[in-house]
């Protein structure tokens, strides 16, 4: 089979117009990525302790369910469950 030069690949409109969008969600998707901001886990544990505190039914918060326990987490994903959930109890 021989190779086709890009001209060939651009000569159909609809065609041409397909691969750039394909492209360009490639690169945005790459983009996004590797700029996402990741939280510290003090962040993370801060933000889950925050919203377990206003719930009600001990089953629902998200360190009662399967996987997410205080033992699968770090001592700093802990403390900062721990001070988000007692900031949201206090106040």
């Keep these: ?8 690949w651009f000569a159909l409109p ?3 117009l ?3 969008m394909i492209l360009s969600l490639g ?5 996004v990525n590797t700029l996402t901001i990741t939280k510290s886990p003090f962040e993370s544990g801060y ?5 377990d505190a206003g719930i009600t039914d001990f089953s629902d918060r998200y360190i ?4 997410k326990g205080p033992s699968f987490h770090t ?9 988000g959930y007692n900031a949201m109890i206090c106040n």
């Design 14 to 16: 609809k065609l041409s």
């Design 27 to 31: 690169v945005q998707a790459y983009a």
């Design 47 to 51: 933000g889950h302790g925050c919203d």
């Design 75 to 83: 001592e700093e994903f802990m403390r900062g469950y721990d001070t």
């Design 1 to 8: 089979m021989p190779l086709r030069g890009l001209g060939y």
């Design 64 to 67: 009662n369910q399967p996987g």
């Design 18 to 20: 397909l691969l750039f």
